[in-house]
């Protein structure tokens, strides 16, 4: 049987649906570039070939796929964040005897949500693993295992849940294939990345994890246009196809529930409440009295049998998950709870890039550099967008919007890695007059005079305007040239004037609550404003809000000398200064 799943070159993409569901197959591609989309066209290909399969839900984002296809048990936890008004939980995570739960499903080939994103996971998927393994040793039957964020489950450490390694090495015989997807290919142990027979593979950039890819390309081209893929875009190579193909997965059914928040829909909450009493609360009266709960708790000690009177009805809900996730505020002194962008990468590796980076001797002489420290701090970025008036002929109103260091007013880009240029930072609190002699000084310079004129200012103004500028040296006198000895002003600042007419990369982010250390944002609104005002008299802010940027602050020693670099915690990537 073959799963019509997508397109390729113009014509219709299907994969093996044998290989799908007893192999081992890996969907890897950094975060936004569309695992999970991928990941439910195949469910619900799946679900309409009344193919079994059980899907680990970290995220709480698959429960959609209910709406469409009813015979999926879905499987999670009471007050539990799925935004969904109109679908009935089926089991309670907590309660539920998964031995049993699994029994029955791979009888009858039931999909199953197992949504973990409201519990302790790694237990939890424990757990499942080993009932699943246990019970398709002995029915024998095909049936498939998904682990989403496969990094969260089978990391390169000790930690790796050996009982999913084993169902890569020996799930096949037993009719049980694993998918695993995972954005850090990097950090996935090796011991179920190698045994994958099939690789689904979609953007990446960080460094590791082309690396750790490589081995599925046969040239270096091949991996290189990996960083260049749209959402949606994969390789698809294996035993899934016949021969390795770029394909695009086709439109969903069912709703997409990951999309990536844009920063213009941040919103500020104030002081969560903590306790969440109120949540409890209410989970508390809707959790139905054990009687009708079908599969009773593992834990209770009670081996509930399942009989007909206990199968699941997938009419009765547990509860309807109707709230809204309150976030867990950091332990730190923030008046508001605030987002960060969420890191990808782990200390450890951030580490082992920052010691790429370490000097060595030169010539057998001096002393070799070594890591001091290595934390994880986030960086306040402004968000800014302008609206004015622009436009060669004919005039109408503009956008532009860029990201500025919160602490100096330096332009940020983050294309393939945080870099900070020159933007504001030389021009932050000056006054008005100040500013409009800095924008429209020629590098010759100019007198005092030639100033009133220019810029029609006050004599007044000019010259307190002058003084300050000395004082901060932005501006200096030049020796007078020529009859006349009244001095000439030359600029002194190393930077042009900021242009908002400047293109800006666009950014979005995906971000979460955090609670490591953060910098103080120290510029507002106002200091931006002026500058605005002056580069383009039209201009308006429109939005001015701050994301917290995460990135490793890294010192090394070499002898009693220190320095110190960052490392952008999303992108692998030591952060760039270009000034
Ligand atoms: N095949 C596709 N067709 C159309 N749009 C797509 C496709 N795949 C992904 N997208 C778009 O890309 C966005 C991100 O995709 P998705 O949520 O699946 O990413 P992801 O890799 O799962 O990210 P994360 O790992 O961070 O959850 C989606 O919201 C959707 O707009």
Known sequence: MQLKIGKAGGRDFSVDAQELVTGRTCIIAQSGSGKSWSIAVLCEKMCRNNIGFCLIDTEGEYYSLKEKFENIWWVGAEGGDSECEDIAMDYDIEKVNIRHLMERAVAESRPVIYDVSEVDMVPRVTKLAHAIYDVATDQRKPYLLIVEEADKFIPQSRDSIKKIEEISRRGRKRGLGLMVATQRPAIVTKNVLSQCNSQIIGKLSIENDLKAVGLFFSSKQEVEELTTLNP????????????????????????????????????????????????????????????????????????????????????????????????????????????????????????????????????????EERLLSGDLIYKP???????????????????????????????????????????????????????????????????????????????????????????????????????????????????????????????????GPFKEKYEKKIIDESDIRMILKVSESTSEIVDFSTVYYPVYKIVMASGPEERTIYIDAVEGKEVAFVF
């Open 381 to 511: 970025l402004v968000c800014v967008s302008v609206r004015y008036i622009g436009g060669l002929f004919r005039k109408t109103t503009r956008d532009a919007k860029f990201l500025v260091d919160g602490i100096n007013g330096h332009g940020v880009e983050i294309n393939g890695g945080l870099c900070f240029k020159p933007l504001f930072s030389e021009y932050l609190n000056l006054d008005e007059p100040s500013l409009m002699i800095l924008k429209n000084m020629s590098f010759k310079g100019c007198t005092s005079a030639q100033i009133e004129a220019e810029i029609k200012l006050e004599k007044s103004d000019v010259e307190k305007s002058l003084k300050l500028l000395e004082e901060r040296k932005l501006i200096t006198e030049s020796e007078t040239v020529g009859e006349s000895d009244e001095p000439v002003y030359v600029p002194l600042t190393v930077h042009p004037f900021p242009s908002i007419k400047n293109k800006y990369p666009s950014f979005s982010f995906r971000k």
């Open 232 to 367: 949606g875009d994969f390789f698809v190579m294996g035993s899934l196809v016949h021969e390795k193909t770029k394909m695009r997965f086709g439109n969903r059914e069912t709703k997409h529930r990951g999309v990536t928040p844009l920063l213009e829909e941040r919103e500020m909450i104030a002081d969560p409440d903590i306790s969440g009493e109120e949540d409890n609360k209410e989970a508390e009266s809707e959790v139905l009295p054990d009687k009708e709960n079908p599969f009773k708790s593992e834990n209770s000690g009670e081996k509930a049998a399942v009989s007909e009177k206990s199968k699941p009805k997938s009419k009765t809900p547990v509860k309807k998950a109707t709230k809204k996730k309150k976030m867990s505020l950091p332990v730190d002194d923030r008046k508001k709870s605030e987002e960060g962008v969420i890191p990808l990468i782990e200390r450890e590796e951030a580490l082992e890039i920052a010691s790429g980076k370490l000097r060595k001797k030169r010539f057998g002489f001096g002393t």
